[in-house]
């Protein structure tokens, strides 16, 4: 140790001076008195040397404080999750009794309204095919050669209707692109988080939240969808066998009535290729986000369970925060805590607002034990 070997030094100092050969001159009482001081000083300077040397190294500069919800990690998020109840039950509490709630998301209105124009597709060109059917059967019937005198020639040709055509390209051409989710973005998870959250403050409120299972393997509705497609198809397989009896009887016939079948022929192959091409959009053989048909069940059995319920537009905001306590001899110490924000619009089916607000909570810092069996209470 340093100041062992000091004292040591000053021990043997008189020693040395008092050797045989040793010739020095006597010192006087000043010089003595300096040196002594000296030593003494080189004494405290060795023994402060040697506590500094046992104490860890510190900083006189305040570390700065930031927040940063990325990387907050998952125990600080706890007392997001603690906030994002509290938050639910007093919005549960806020809403008004007229009836069942469902969570506002775009992407499933845009998926309803697509599923309702697949839906009411397949009617409209039902119901197109049929009264085609209806015109060529009797366009046959009065030119096929009957048992007795021919019928007169008062039937017009068959005209295919821009409007069927115009409709099955709209339809057609509305999933051409995917539907997807995007994260809000106060942080992925937030949302449907609070979603569950609602859930279990007020169940017999929430009609649906908007993401996630939404219906698409309820049998009733896959299958409702699925016989109508089966229909048109019969039907389609009937118009086409009308429409090879007609170029039969048109390649019989001459004159004007020949132009005539012939006219029609064309008019109601075009027509066909129409309802071949609706059909063949609906990708009845695929499963997924690329089929219509898939679609159109899973968001048709989501808005039968949320007709005429009230829409719940909300935004949230979740933080995490971390606060670590650095003590020179106690170690590091870990609280946490939590800022909530939440803002909801609640609207009428048909748009109207029906109650707004703003809603915020934070709660103070609590210590946590990791080393405890449940750290948190």
């Known amino acids: 140790m340093p100041a062992v070997r000091i004292h040591v030094l000053l021990f043997l100092l008189p020693l040395f001076i008092a050797l ?3 010739a020095a001159a006597p010192d006087s009482d000043a010089t003595v008195a300096l040196r002594e001081a000296e030593l003494r000083r080189a004494l405290a ?11 860890p190294p ?7 404080g930031s927040v940063d919800t990325s990387h907050a990690g998952v125990v600080a998020l706890m007392k997001s999750v603690d906030l994002a109840g509290e938050l639910a039950r007093e919005l549960c509490a806020a809403l ?7 969570l506002y998301d775009p992407a499933s209105s845009q998926g309803i309204v697509a599923a309702r124009s697949v839906d009411d597709g397949i009617l409209h060109i039902t119901e197109q095919l049929t009264r085609q059917h209806r015109q060529l059967q009797q366009l046959i019937e009065q030119h096929s050669p009957p048992a007795g005198a021919r019928a007169p020639l008062a039937m017009v040709p068959l005209a295919a209707i821009p409007a069927t055509i115009k409709t099955a390209a709209d339809i057609a051409a509305l999933f051409k692109s995917d539907i997807t989710l995007t994260g809000v973005a106060f942080g992925d998870g937030a949302r449907a988080l609070f979603g ?6 007020c169940p017999q409120r929430i009609a649906g939240l908007g993401t996630g299972y939404l219906g698409e393997l309820d049998t009733r509705t896959h299958g409702a969808l699925m016989a109508r497609v089966r229909a048109l198809a019969g039907l389609r397989g009937e118009y086409a066998n009308q429409i090879a009896i007609a170029d039969t009887l048109a390649d ?15 008019n109601a192959n075009a027509f066909l290729k129409t309802v071949d091409a609706f059909i063949e959009s609906l990708k009845t053989g695929e499963t997924g986000d690329k089929s219509p048909l898939f679609n159109a069940a899973r968001f048709l059995a989501y808005a039968a369970r949320t007709q005429d319920a009230l829409l719940l537009d909300v935004d949230l905001r979740l933080e995490g925060v971390t606060l670590i306590k650095n003590g020179l001899f106690t170690g590091e110490k870990l609280r946490v805590a939590g800022a909530a924000v939440l803002w909801y619009r609640l609207h009428a089916p048909d748009g109207t607002l029906l109650q707004a607000d703003a809603l915020r ?3 103070a ?3 946590l034990d990791l080393r405890a069996a449940q750290p948190f209470q």
Do not use: C, D, H, N
């Open 58 to 64: 510190t900083t006189s500069k305040a570390l700065a």
């Open 252 to 266: 019989a016939a001459k004159g004007a009535e020949k132009r005539l079948l012939a006219s029609s022929v064309v």
């Open 361 to 363: 909570r934070i709660t």
């Open 365 to 367: 810092p609590v210590e």
């Open 96 to 102: 008004p009794p007229l009836g069942a709630v469902a």
């Open 20 to 22: 045989p050969g040793y």
């Open 45 to 55: 300077e060795a023994e402060r040397a040697e506590w500094l040397a046992r104490l």
């Open 196 to 201: 569950s959250a609602l859930f279990k403050a």
